[in-house]
């Protein structure tokens, strides 16, 4: 089955006109320039007020391999992945011919001339272009035609689609900035191609664009640069990190973010230290000796970083010291499809290292969330003084999103219970494990703090009250219940379930993270045209809190849809409930490395509701769940 | 470093320190080690060191590894805080508590174990970084905790007392450390109370990573015949590289000496070390000379000790991050979240 609004691809024939609703796929090469053409083309459709997302579908290669990139032009919003395409930009040759096999009737195929890929088939529109004759002349200089030839792509389409001339050009002077020379280059480049569209390319396909005003003032943003910005104006001072696909480009980001903004405006002297560690060991014991002596200290990294990193976080639990982690998941077990996505580390950072551990997870869905979520986490580790971890994926992270332009953090930050030498001297006593509030949360001292009382000696053994060493049972009893009532208090002070409460909905879906797109898009199209009434909660953070069970209770069936085989929140939420509400939860998920789409959680929510409409006995549930 | 304080006359009958401190916040918890460790010995010398150096406690920040030697922190010092990190991983701690607060003074005690096998990866890179760090290895060639299995650090044909040989090369953390670009390499021995006492005064002063090889006997698991890092063995085969004395940048003493035979270097906080009866050809400035000097008494089957290899001047990893004055930790919100115009000019360019 297909949900899409502009499923019937064969528009040519049956009149059907698709304005502002379609998706192109370009495929190139790997390092062959496309990434600023696609930008541009990009850029230059949303900039006509028209809603864009892109996504990059890339090898974990340099140079040389396939890569394809999507964008997906909707006049709804719809921002999730699609399935199928509308116009394919097949450019390279290794791929060409399997790329023109996989497409629907009636998709319109823009080709290099001598790929000949018209004679494949005939129930696709084919546009040949010649691109070396036409990059010839623009772009005289031999070695940079290579980088430029790409742009020829964007002038076709611009004639094909209509999109404006004039958007390609600021959205190339966006992309260049200040190098005037480029910007020339691969416009006249772009007019190539529209000029070549316009005099060899009648218009056989009815794709095309018109101007709307539902982007102005928004901003296209990856999420790794929106958490890199958060983290600086959350007041980030220690970021430890070390490369790893999805996750560099939040330290590259920062850096660049820091280095604009946070030098002491006389002496240019940094407020900051990032470190590139030389493994991600390194990476997040260096964050928790920052966070330990009382910087925001945070590190970024992806599945098989936190793996090597779970025995440190288990001494930043256990020890109780705040850090920052943000993990761009990806696709794995092992080095697993590295430049792919997936939500497939909830489990395991749940309970992250050995013995008794839990914790606290953000679960952005947005580069707003990206960015605000930063600053949640901040405020949540140093409150809690516990590790804190933002639960990003490549999806997110990596490709390009549209925003509203984020908003100035309006509140001051909890730093939490830190004492200083001049409480400690009215308080007249310190024990640095000790609930005296009665939230599990305890007091600390920063090292260096000049007070008899302030030394306490922080260790990842058995300790009681006053840290010191103990192998007493009910020192280490009291210890273990006071973690888990500290977790229990973060409960109600982590972000909250979105719902989408719909009064007349028997059936509730629950997602989180970048699943949320295609679950939006689904529940449309699960009401128009199955008559399919949902309601919708959103997971925001872990551990969760009361209206989830809530919310449970009151459909007769649950979904949720998640992005991993083996139904890792869905697993996380069932600790949680009682059987009769576990019985009502049925898993629909995606794990093929590709971003989730609405068709996947329509069929999935589908192939339930169609034949049974009741609620199944226990046992079938079971059945069905780990069938 | 912490040697900021203003100078005050120098305590010597007195039971006052220069800061005014008696000894007691320089001690630390009653030792769990088994009687007469090595490693009991250096923690002496080092409560001693801090003593005589007038270090303020308060501003010492202690780390340690896992094992026996990283048990130690918590017997020196208990006016300053500490953290005992996870096997092998202590310099990546101290790293970032540094980098936090790069006001305090650090000194972090692994073991041969924690250092030379799990902890390779971060001792190297500790070493090519320069923290500002006093890096005590307490080296005793075996692990004590998990009853005396070898080390990377026994020499090869070391025996265990079960009479298992060890047949893998020693790890020489010193070479390693003047091959990786370190600025201050010593080896020391346990016993051997007056050269540990200049060594530990002057990484005191040193600016960056001061890191020391303490050969310091197992006596449960390590101490027998045929163990090459026991007492007797260690006694028979020393052999001093030079004679080390230490003049702190507090005291104004003249000494005289033979330039032929004594080098005079200046601390970072301008102390003096002197290191007597060297070679000629020797200079412990000289990376190449230290080398070749460690290696050739390797050759002859001796256990080369002193200083051997001192750069007072370099840049440290902290000095390299051009941080504001003031610590990180510390630094007010105004300070570190940019102000209004920032964002909105970063969302202009995004729109």
Redesign the interface.
């Given at each position: 089955m297909n949900t899409d609004s502009s499923r019937n691809g064969g528009m040519a024939t049956n009149g059907h006109t698709a304005v502002n609703d379609f998706n192109i796929h370009v495929a190139t090469a790997n390092g062959s320039g496309s990434q600023t053409s696609n930008m541009v083309l990009l850029r230059s459709i949303f900039q006509m007020g028209i809603p864009v997302c892109g996504k990059n579908l890339f090898p974990s290669n340099i140079q040389g391999l396939p890569t394809w990139f999507t964008i997906r032009v909707n006049k709804d919003g719809y921002i999730a992945r699609r399935e199928r395409n509308d116009i394919l930009v097949a450019l390279n040759p290794e791929t060409a011919p399997d790329d023109v096999r996989k497409q629907e009737p009636g998709t319109i195929v823009i080709y290099d001339e001598t790929l000949n890929l018209n004679q494949q088939r005939h129930d696709l529109i084919f546009y040949p272009v010649p691109f070396d004759k036409l990059v010839k002349p623009v772009c005289p200089e031999a070695k940079l035609r290579k980088l430029v030839r790409n742009m020829i792509y964007d002038g076709v389409l611009a004639r094909l689609l209509g999109i404006e001339m004039a958007e390609i050009e600021r959205a190339l002077k966006?992309q260049f900035k200040k190098k005037a020379k480029a910007v020339q280059l691969n416009f006249d480049a772009a007019k190539a191609g529209y000029e070549f569209a316009g005099e060899n390319l009648p218009k056989q396909d009815l794709f095309r664009v018109e101007r709307l005003n539902q982007t102005q003032?928004?901003?296209?943003?990856d999420g790794n640069s929106a958490a890199a910005?958060g983290s600086?104006?959350?007041?980030?001072?220690?970021f430890?990190w070390y490369p790893i696909t999805p996750s560099s480009s939040v330290g590259e980001a920062l850096i660049e973010?820091t280095k604009?903004?946070?030098l002491?405006p006389q002496?240019?002297?940094?407020?900051?230290?990032i470190?590139q560690?030389?493994?991600e060991?390194?990476?997040?014991?260096?964050?928790?000796?920052?966070?330990?002596?009382?910087?925001?200290?945070m590190t970024a990294t992806s599945g098989p970083g936190i793996s090597l990193m779970a025995?440190?976080v288990g001494?930043a639990y256990y020890a109780e010291i705040p850090i920052v982690i943000f993990d761009i998941q990806r696709v794995g077990p092992s080095t697993g499809l590295p430049t792919r996505t997936m939500q497939g580390d909830i489990l395991f950072t749940a309970m992250l290292s050995h013995g008794d551990t839990k914790h606290i997870m953000l679960l952005p869905s947005s580069v707003e969330e990206c960015f605000t979520m930063a600053g949640t986490a901040f405020d949540l580790t140093e409150e809690f003084q516990t590790p804190v971890f933002v639960m990003s994926d490549l999806d997110l992270g990596m490709n390009y999103w549209m925003s509203d332009?984020?908003k100035?953090?309006e509140q001051?930050?909890n730093r939490g219970k830190v004492l200083s030498a001049a409480e400690l001297e009215r308080v007249g006593k310190f024990a640095r494990y000790q609930d005296i509030d009665g939230d599990g949360i305890p007091y600390r001292?920063?090292?260096?703090?000049?007070?008899?009382l302030?030394?306490?000696?922080?260790?990842?053994?058995g300790h009681n009250e006053r840290a010191g060493?103990s192998e007493r049972p009910e020192d280490y009893k009291n210890n273990m219940d006071r973690l888990a009532r500290k977790f229990d208090t973060a409960r109600d002070r982590v972000p909250a379930p979105v719902l989408e409460d719909n009064a007349q909905a028997e059936i509730g879906i629950i997602g989180y993270g970048t699943s949320t797109w295609a679950i939006q898009e689904s529940r449309d199209w699960l009401r128009e045209h199955h008559g399919i009434q949902t309601s919708y909660l959103r997971l925001r953070a872990y551990p969760f809190n009361g209206d989830v069970t809530h919310f449970i209770r009151k459909h007769r069936q649950v979904y949720v849809v998640e992005q991993n085989r083996d139904a890792q929140m869905c697993s996380l939420l069932k600790l949680d409930l009682r059987v009769e509400e576990v019985a009502k939860l049925r898993s629909v998920l995606h794990y093929d490395g590709l971003p989730i789409t609405s068709n996947s959680i329509v069929r999935g929510i589908m192939a339930y509701e169609k034949d049974k409409p009741t609620l199944q006995p226990i046992e079938t549930v079971e059945k069905i769940l780990y069938a | 470093m912490s040697t900021d304080i203003a100078t005050a006359p120098v305590a010597k009958a007195a039971k006052l320190n220069r800061i005014g401190l008696e000894i007691a916040p320089y001690r630390g918890g009653k030792t769990t080690l088994c009687a007469g460790c090595g490693h009991n010995a250096i923690t002496e010398r080092i409560i001693d060191a801090f003593y005589e150096m007038g270090v303020d406690p308060y501003n010492v920040v202690k780390f340690s590894g896992i094992g026996c030697s990283s048990k130690s922190p918590a017997y020196f010092l208990e006016a300053a805080h500490g953290f005992n990190a996870v096997h092998g991983r202590m310099p990546a701690v101290a790293t970032g508590a540094m980098m936090a607060n790069h006001q305090l003074l650090g000194i972090g005690v692994s073991g041969d174990g924690d250092t030379a096998s799990i902890g390779m990866g971060q001792f190297i890179h500790l070493m090519r970084r320069n923290l500002p760090l006093i890096y005590i290895i307490e080296d005793n060639g075996c692990y004590g905790l998990t009853k005396g299995q070898f080390s990377a650090t026994a020499d090869l044909g070391s025996k265990l007392k079960t009479g298992v040989v060890n047949d893998l090369p020693a790890i020489d953390t010193c070479m390693l450390a003047i091959e990786l670009g370190a600025t201050f390499v010593a080896r020391s021995f346990s016993g051997d109370k007056k050269q540990l006492s200049a060594i530990l005064k002057a990484a005191i002063s040193h600016g960056g990573t001061a890191m020391i090889d303490v050969i310091s006997p197992c006596v449960t698991f390590n101490d027998h015949e045929g163990s090459t890092k026991s007492y007797s063995y260690v006694k028979d085969h020393e052999e001093l590289l030079n004679d080390v004395s230490f003049v702190p940048f507090f005291e104004d003493i003249a000494i005289e000496y033979d330039p032929g035979t004594t080098k005079e270097v200046t601390m970072h906080d301008g102390s003096r070390l002197l290191l007597s009866k060297l070679p000629v050809d020797y200079n412990p400035s000289n990376a190449l000379d230290a080398a070749r000097r460690l290696g050739e008494s390797k050759l002859r089957g001796e256990l080369l000790t002193g200083i051997f290899y001192v750069n007072p001047t370099g840049a440290n990893f902290i000095d390299l991050l051009h941080l504001v004055d003031e610590p990180l930790n510390t630094l007010p919100l105004e300070q570190v979240r940019p102000g209004r115009q920032a964002l909105e000019e970063l969302m202009e360019e995004l729109k």
């Open positions: 966006q003032g928004k901003i296209i943003i910005m600086m104006f959350a007041g980030v001072t220690v430890t973010y604009r903004y946070r002491d002496t240019k002297q940094a407020t900051f230290a470190v560690a030389e493994d060991l390194a990476a997040v014991g260096m964050a928790i000796g920052a966070g330990w002596a009382g910087a925001r200290s025995e440190f001494l332009p984020f100035y953090p001051k930050i001292t920063l090292p260096g703090t000049k007070h008899p302030a030394p306490y000696f922080t260790r990842g053994s060493y | -």
